[in-house]
C-alpha cells in the first residue's frame, strides 16, 4: 500500500473517542522522535517550521519552507502531510508538483489571507484545481478560519465547508472552533473533520475531541513551543549558580 493509501486508510472509520492523532514535528529530529514513539504519521505545522528557519508565522519565504518539509518526509518511514499555508501564491499546478517533488501526501490550505477570509467561491475552485491536479495523490485538508479571522458563526462555517467538500477537500480544518460547537459543526460537515488540540492540557485531550465529533487531531505549533520551553528551562539550568562577586 502506498503512503497516500495510508494516510486515507488512517481516517476512515475511526471509532469515536479515537481520532487520528498527528503530532507536528518542525525538523527531521523532531520527526524521528514522533515516529519512534509510534506515531503512525505526521502533520507539519507551518508556524513551528517558521520558527525552527528563524522566520515569524507566514513569513517563510517559499523555498525554504518546501527545502525544510523535504527534509522531515525524507527522514521518516510514516506519511507526512504539510501545512503550506495559503499555498504562496502559487498555481494549482506548481503547488502540487512541489508537494508530491517534496514527498509529502497531503496538505493543509489555509481559506484566509493577511487576516481576511478569501471569497469561498473563489477558493472552492481553488481546491477543486489542486484536487483534480493532484489527480488522488494528495490529502487536502481545507481550513475553514472563520473562528480564527472571522465573525465565529458556525453556520458560516458550515457553509464554506460545504462548499470544500464539494469542491474535493478530503478533510475540514475548522481551527480554533470553541469546543461546546463541536458538535453542531460534526452534525452539520461531512466527512473528516480536524480539531486543533494543546499538548499543555489547558483544553480537552484528543480523545475528548474525537468523542465531541474529532475525526483528526492536530497542535499547530504548539509542540515546537512547548518544546523551545523545556529547552529555555534546561539552558538556564546550565548557567549553575552565580559565584559571588560575580558580574553575572
Not at 25 to 43: I, K, N
Not at 192 to 211: K, T, Y
Not at 227 to 234: G, V
Amino acid at each position: 500500500m502506498s503512503k497516500i493509501d495510508v494516510f486515507r486508510a488512517l481516517h476512515l472509520r475511526r471509532a469515536q473517542g479515537d481520532p487520528l492523532v498527528l503530532p507536528g514535528p518542525w525538523d527531521a529530529a523532531s520527526a524521528r522522535a514522533f515516529v519512534a514513539a509510534g506515531y503512525p504519521a505526521l502533520a507539519t505545522p507551518s508556524a513551528g517550521v517558521a520558527a525552527s528557519l528563524g522566520y515569524e508565522d507566514g513569513q517563510t519565504p517559499v523555498d525554504e519552507m518546501f527545502a525544510a518539509v523535504a527534509r522531515i518526509a525524507r527522514t521518516v518511514d510514516v506519511p507526512v502531510s504539510a501545512d503550506v499555508e495559503g499555498g504562496y501564491g502559487l498555481a494549482p499546478a506548481e503547488l502540487v508538483e512541489r508537494l508530491l517533488e517534496a514527498g509529502v501526501v497531503g496538505c493543509n490550505l489555509e481559506d484566509s489571507e493577511a487576516g481576511v477570509l478569501k471569497d469561498p467561491q473563489r477558493q472552492a475552485e481553488f481546491l477543486a484545481e489542486v484536487r483534480s491536479t493532484a489527480a488522488g495523490r494528495l490529502f487536502v485538508n481545507a481550513r475553514v478560519d472563520v473562528f480564527l479571522h472571522g465573525d465565529g458563526d458556525p453556520e458560516r462555517a458550515i457553509e464554506r465547508a460545504a462548499l470544500y467538500v464539494a469542491a474535493g477537500a478530503d478533510c475540514v480544518y475548522p481551527i480554533l472552533a470553541p469546543t461546546d460547537l463541536m458538535p453542531l459543526l460534526r452534525s452539520g460537515i461531512e466527512g473528516p473533520l480536524n480539531a486543533l488540540a494543546r499538548p499543555d492540557g489547558d483544553g480537552p485531550s484528543p480523545a475528548a475531541l474525537g468523542e465531541l465529533g474529532a475525526t483528526r487531531v492536530t497542535f499547530g505549533p504548539g509542540l515546537q513551543r512547548r518544546a523551545t520551553a523545556a529547552l529555555r528551562e534546561i539552558a538556564a539550568g546550565l548557567h549553575g549558580p552565580v559565584p559571588p562577586g560575580s558580574a553575572g
